[in-house]
Structures are given as C-alpha cells and as structure tokens.
C-alpha cells in the first residue's frame, strides 16, 4: 500500500496561494482557486507513487531541512494547463507500524518559479 502524505509546511503554502493567486488576479473568485488547489492535491496523491520521479538538484535539500536523507530527495510534474506545471518533491520511507510505503510531499512550486533550478 501506498500513501501520499504533505507537510505542515506545504498545506499551509497551499493556504496561503489560495487567497493571494485571486488577490492578484489569476482566478475570478476565490472557490475556483480553492478548486484548482484540491485538484491539483488530488491528483498528486492519485498519481505521485505511479509518476516517473528524478532526483531533486541540491538546491531543494533545504526544504527537508528537518529530516534525514534530504539527499534522496525526488520530484514529478504535475501539469495543469498549457502554461503552467507543477513540482511535487518529495522523500519516501516505510512506515514501520503498517509497512506502508509513505512518500512525504515537502515542498511544491510551479514552473514559473523554479524552472530555473531544475
């Protein structure tokens, strides 16, 4: 079994993107950004453990800051329109309780904002 899980850290980014990407424009009303926001948290845990992944440049080690192995940190796309994708990184571990594999979701950012380092 496979289990997709997000950091505090993430959820709260999500939170914060809702009110200021309608803030500035990009949707018409803030229940579409909120929409935009679920899918895209949908789709990454439908599909984050069956997407082909690649390691993550060092620059994004510093986003696992606080946890061991930031070194094997990975990373998939998740496109949501012709202009913009989104990077979903992450690191994995085994639960040692259920056996569960866990890929911990720690940080996401789109194209317009980290091609650049990828």
């Known amino acids: 079994m496979k289990k997709v899980l997000f950091t505090p850290e993430v959820t709260g980014y999500i939170d914060f993107l ?16 909120r929409k935009y926001f679920k899918e895209l948290v949908d789709d990454i845990k439908k599909n984050l453990p069956i997407r082909q ?6 620059y ?11 070194e094997n940190m990975e990373y998939t796309s ?8 989104w ?15 866990i890929y911990l979701v720690c940080y996401i950012a789109n194209n317009h904002t980290v091609a650049q380092h990828l």
């Open 18 to 33: 809702i009110p200021l990407l309608y803030e500035l424009g990009y949707f018409r009303d803030k229940e579409k950004a």
């Open 53 to 58: 992944h690649n390691p993550a440049p060092p």
């Open 78 to 85: 998740f496109r949501k329109n012709k202009n913009t994708a």
């Open 87 to 101: 990077y979903a990184f992450f690191t994995t571990y085994e639960d040692e309780e259920t056996g569960e594999d």
């Open 60 to 70: 994004f080690h510093k986003f696992l800051n606080y946890m061991e192995h930031a």
